[in-house]
C-alpha cells in the first residue's frame, strides 16, 4: 500500500512539473521578440540625434538628404550664407578693435610651446626649417619647370635624342626635388604638407 502510494504520488509530481514546463514554453513562445521593430525605432532615434546637428537649413528634409548630400560643402554653403546675412544687416559694424592693426603676435590655434619657439626664431632672424626647406623646393620647382617647357618646344618629336637625353636629366632633378619634399612633409606642421612632382603630369600640361 505504501509503495503504490509512492508511486502515485511520483506520477502526480511529473505531471505537475510537465504541466509548468509547458505553460512556461508556451508564455515564452508567445511573448514579443525584438527583430524590425526595434531597429527600426533605433535607426530612428540616430536619424533624429543627427538631424539635430544640422544648421536649420538643412534640417527636415528627411530622407531626400543623403549621407552625400549632407557634405562638408552644404554646411560651408550655409555659413556662408548666414555670414552675408548678417553683413547686410550691419552685424559686424563697431566691432572691438574695429581701424586698429591685428595683433599678430602670438598664434591662438598653435601649439604654445611651438608658438614661443617661432617668436624667438623670429626675433633673431631665423625660421624654421621647413620654411626655409619649402622657399628652397619652390624656387627648385619654377627652375626645373621653365627647363622642361624649353626642352619640350625645342624637340623635334619623342624620339628624338636631343630629347631623350634632357629628358633624362631633367627626371634626375625631379627625383631629388621630390626627395626634399618628402624631408619636408616629414618636418612641417600637419595642414602643410605638398605634393610631389609626377613627369606624366607636368609634361601632360605643356600638350
Not at 524590425?36 to 540625434?49: F, G, P, Q
Not at 557634405?71 to 560651408?76: A, P, V
Not at 627626371?171 to 600637419?190: E, H, T
Request: charged residues 25%; hydrophobic residues 40%; aromatic residues 8%.
Amino acid at each position: 500500500m505504501a509503495s503504490s502510494h509512492l508511486i502515485r504520488r511520483s506520477v502526480v509530481n511529473q505531471g505537475h512539473l510537465i504541466l509548468l514546463y509547458n505553460t512556461r514554453r508556451a508564455s515564452f513562445s508567445s511573448a514579443p521578440k525584438p527583430g524590425k521593430n526595434a531597429s527600426h525605432h533605433l535607426s530612428a532615434v540616430i536619424d533624429a540625434a543627427k538631424e539635430r546637428k544640422l544648421p536649420p537649413e538643412l534640417r527636415g528634409h528627411g530622407s531626400a538628404l543623403s549621407d552625400l548630400d549632407r557634405s562638408e560643402t552644404d554646411i560651408i554653403n550655409v555659413a556662408e550664407q548666414r555670414i552675408w546675412q548678417s553683413m547686410k544687416e550691419g552685424q559686424f559694424e563697431n566691432l572691438p578693435g574695429k581701424g586698429k592693426p591685428l595683433d599678430l603676435s602670438t598664434n591662438p590655434h598653435a601649439d604654445p610651446a611651438e608658438d614661443t619657439l617661432f617668436r624667438i626664431l623670429s626675433k633673431n632672424g631665423c625660421a624654421p626649417e621647413w620654411v626655409e626647406l619649402n622657399k628652397e623646393i619652390r624656387t627648385q620647382v619654377n627652375i626645373w619647370r621653365f627647363a622642361l617647357k624649353k626642352a619640350w618646344a625645342n624637340r623635334c618629336n619623342q624620339s628624338d635624342p636631343q630629347w631623350i637625353e634632357t629628358a633624362e636629366a631633367l627626371k634626375l632633378q625631379m627625383s631629388a626635388i621630390n626627395n626634399k619634399v618628402f624631408r619636408y612633409n616629414l618636418i612641417v606642421p600637419f595642414g602643410r604638407q605638398m605634393f610631389g612632382l609626377k613627369w606624366e603630369k607636368e609634361v601632360a600640361r605643356l600638350t
